[in-house]
């Protein structure tokens, strides 16, 4: 079962939206993406000048403050919205709140969908020179526009956008995800696009699979209800998740046992996921 699922990721790792006809291949994704459930592809080409910008925002990450003394993550965090209406789509950045401190910060609340974290948590927020960086704001728009759903919405759509970076500095210092289990994220859409992955490490394994699989260690997973398992590999790499079609997970990464340098290794992620808001009185 399993390999016969892992055949169907051909199919889809094929499929790139930035080839020769935009719409044509943008179309044909978004239809995979609505079949299957998820999406295995390759994003936008960045921009040289995007790319400085986002490149130094990741290597200025703080640690997360949430993440267990062990584990080696770094996170920063921002969100927007976009109003389905409007012709002309464009993230409507909100503003940050201040700690004691003066720091800026964002808030970022996951509801009961997170078994190691059950309220909101305040992330760095991400800096204003790389919310106005081209390659952001466009694929945020690239990926709204490849869900399905919310156009029709009459509230403005609730984005999130968060920085990860995962570093490893030997085999015994693993780089862990949140949470380190099959899982989902509780927004209707998930996408991910790797920024930078070194070439000391290992692991980073994607999967993808059955929604009854959700919150189980990758161990303890019946292996024929994984859709798909892929590694992101090179800049732009991305995939995108319907959040109750199915639930996923990422490995740890470790640092290669004999690598000749002193540096850590690290992969560097931008997640980007797409909520309903709502009307409260």
């Not at 299957?36 to 040289?48: E, M, P, Q, R």
């Not at 000048?49 to 703080?62: G, Q």
């Not at 910060?105 to 960086?133: C, M, T, W």
Request: aromatic share 12%; net charge neutral; glycine share 4%.
């Amino acid at each position: 079962m399993l390999t016969e699922n892992l055949s169907k990721e051909v199919e889809l790792s094929r499929i790139n939206i930035f080839d020769n006809n935009h719409d044509f291949y943008s179309s044909k994704l978004k239809k995979l993406f609505q079949s299957h459930g998820y999406i295995n592809y390759k994003a936008s080409v960045v921009d040289i000048e995007s790319k400085l910008i986002i490149s130094n925002e990741f290597r200025k990450l703080e640690k997360d403050p949430f993440s267990p003394p062990n584990t080696q993550r770094f996170r920063r965090y921002g969100n927007a919205l976009i109003l389905p209406w409007e012709k002309e789509k464009k993230p409507i950045w909100l503003p940050t709140t201040k700690n004691n401190e003066g720091t800026e910060l964002s808030g970022y609340d996951q509801g009961n969908n997170n078994p190691e974290h059950g309220s909101i948590r305040y992330f760095n927020a991400l800096s204003e020179q790389v919310k106005r960086s081209n390659y952001l704001n466009k694929i945020i728009i690239e990926d709204y526009n490849l869900t399905f759903g919310l156009d029709e919405y009459y509230l403005p759509i609730y984005v999130g956008i968060h920085f990860v970076k995962l570093t490893s500095t030997c085999e015994q210092s693993l780089g862990i995800s949140s949470p380190d289990c099959f899982h989902q994220d509780g927004e209707p859409f998930t996408f991910a696009h790797l920024f930078y992955r070194s070439n000391n490490i290992i692991g980073g394994e994607n999967y993808i699979a059955h929604p009854s699989e959700r919150n189980k260690r990758l161990e303890d997973v019946n292996s024929a209800n994984i859709y798909s398992q892929f590694t992101l590999k090179n800049i732009s790499d991305s995939f995108a998740v319907h959040d109750s079609s199915v639930c996923h997970y990422v490995s740890p990464i470790k640092k290669i046992k004999n690598d000749q340098f002193n540096i850590p290794g690290e992969r560097w992620m931008i997640l980007i996921d797409y909520s309903l808001t709502k009307q409260k009185i």
